[in-house]
């Protein structure tokens, strides 16, 4: 089975920090993805990668940068982070053979 | 960009009844329609999904259909359990751009 990893449940934050959130997948999928999920607004895309060093900008990336330096990683970095970055972020990876896409469990961020 | 509306927002039916849930999408260009379920604290996975080229899809329980005209999708399940209770997420890509964008979600609940 497609293993998407993120490396934390839940985050706590105080406004201002500096923000990391990593993303691992075992079957080495060229695409991966960050999404923030929020109660009726759905599933908004922050920015997605095709391959390594490559990144593209989704609906809603102010507030964020990405980073992919190895095809199992992608990172999401909040440069300075705000309350109204509290949210649940979901990773996601996809082969670019099928378009089906595999989710991580989540990471629950409160930013104080 | 492409836009997605889903509707209802929530939904509760009686064990045994169908639900339906309706998307449209803006990006004519869009020929990728999948639907995703997330169960309460897991991860969303895909339940079905269909393509421009295929009017309607079904499996078991659950059909999904394609009116391209119209730029609207629908899911549809059938003879509802209590096991089918999540949010529900329709999404649209296009094969130009690659990236994956959802619906505001919907909750259904089924009522023993």
């Known amino acids: 089975d497609v293993k998407v990893t993120q490396s934390s449940r839940y985050l706590v934050k105080r406004t201002g920090e500096k923000v990391f959130l990593e993303c691992v997948q075992d079957?080495?999928?060229?695409?991966m993805f960050w999404y923030r999920q929020d109660p009726g607004l759905g599933l908004r895309l922050i920015y997605f990668?095709?391959?390594?060093?490559?990144?593209e900008k989704g609906d809603i990336p102010e507030g964020y940068s990405v980073s992919r330096e190895k095809k199992e990683r992608f990172s999401l970095i909040l440069e300075s982070a705000s309350t109204n970055q509290t949210s649940m972020y979901l990773c996601?990876?996809?082969?670019?053979?099928?378009?089906?896409?595999?989710f991580g469990s989540g990471t629950q961020l409160s930013v104080l | 960009g492409e836009n997605v509306e889903q509707h209802p927002s929530t939904l509760s039916v009686q064990e045994g009844d169908s639900a339906v849930i309706k998307c449209t999408y803006s990006?004519?260009?869009?020929?990728?329609f999948p639907w995703y379920k997330q169960e309460l604290g897991k991860r969303p996975q895909l339940i079905i999904d269909?393509?421009?080229?295929?009017g309607e899809k079904k499996d078991q329980r659950i059909a999904v259909t394609l009116n391209k005209t119209a730029k609207h999708f629908s899911l549809h399940i059938t003879e509802t359990q209590p096991e089918d209770s999540a949010v529900y997420f329709c999404?649209?890509?296009?094969?130009?751009?690659?990236?994956?964008?959802f619906g505001q979600g919907t909750t259904l609940q089924v009522k023993p």
């Open positions: 996601a990876s996809t082969s670019h053979r099928d378009e089906k896409l595999f």
């Open positions: 079957m080495d999928h060229e695409n």
């Open positions: 990668s095709y391959d390594v060093k490559m990144k």
């Open positions: 990006d004519s260009a869009s020929n990728y």
């Open positions: 269909i393509r421009s080229n295929v």
């Open positions: 999404a649209a890509s296009s094969s130009n751009t690659g990236k994956l964008i």
